[in-house]
Antibody, heavy 126, light 107 residues
Framework: QVQLVESGGGVVQPGRSLRLSCAAS????????MHWVRQAPGKGVEWVAV????????YYKDSVKGRFTISRDNFKNTLYLQMNSLRPEDTAVYYC???????????????????WGLGTLVTVSS | DIQMTQSPSSLSASVGDRVTITCRAS??????LAWLQQKPGKGPKSLIY???SLQSGVPSTFSASGSGTDFTLTISSLQPEDFATYYC?????????FGGGTKVEIK
């Protein structure tokens, strides 16, 4: 069965960096677009970034553009989110998520998400 | 950005009740809408895609409809395991956006 397991969260000071990982199993990782989505404590869900199956197309929410980088290693079946210049408003549980279909167009557009991970908590605080 | 507006933001209902949640997009999104369920301390779970198609394994008590800007999620007979927060999400254009959520509580 599909499993997505995030790791790398923790407490970090404003302005510092953190790298999240998402280990995927139970499906052909290299065939699917993958997302990072976050949820601030007690708040709603917010999309952060998406990457195509081959890593060539990446799209970001405006507020993280230039600070966050999504990447993937299809040999290690792992998705990453490099987060630099962290701000208190980046505090959230970060989930990785998988596109439902194999899709060669812009990742995440026209195709929905079918599986979500359990999340990893990032706290940005001095 | 496409704004997704859900209503109500919360509701109280009893087991066996019929529940309807609405979601409105600020511009047309065709049928590129999903519904998610989230329970406390857990990640979201996908319920519905393409506005009305059930994800595999989702009970038939869930149904959904809509196209363009107006969408609904209906639970025909609320079960104890259905008490959760529900979100709509559009995947028509970047950034992907979610509604603010509807918390379904036990009356």
């Amino acid at each position: 069965q599909v499993q997505l397991v995030e790791s790398g969260g923790g407490v970090v000071q404003p302005g510092r960096s953190l790298r999240l990982s998402c280990a995927a199993s139970g499906f052909v990782f290299s065939s699917y677009g993958m997302h990072w989505v976050r949820q601030a404590p007690g708040k709603g869900v917010e999309w952060v970034a998406v990457i195509s199956y081959n890593g060539k197309m990446k799209y970001y929410k405006d507020s993280v553009k230039g600070r966050f980088t999504i990447s993937r290693d299809n040999f290690k079946n792992t998705l990453y989110l490099q987060m630099n210049s962290l701000r208190p408003e980046d505090t959230a549980v970060y989930y990785c998520a998988k596109d439902r279909e194999i899709w060669f167009g812009p990742p995440g557009l026209g195709v929905d998400i079918d599986y979500w991970g359990l999340g990893t908590l990032v706290t940005v605080s001095s | 950005d496409i704004q997704m507006t859900q209503s109500p933001s919360s509701l109280s209902a009893s087991v066996g009740d019929r529940v309807t949640i609405t979601c409105r997009a600020s511009q047309g999104i065709s049928n590129q809408l999903a519904w998610l369920q989230q329970k406390p301390g857990k990640g979201p779970k996908s319920l519905i895609y393409a506005a009305s198609s059930l994800q595999s394994g989702v009970p038939s008590t869930f149904s959904a409809s809509g196209s363009g800007t107006d969408f609904t999620l209906t639970i025909s007979s609320l079960q104890p395991e259905d008490f959760a927060t529900y979100y709509c999400q559009q995947y028509n254009s970047y950034p992907l956006t979610f509604g603010g959520g509807t918390k379904v509580e036990i009356k």
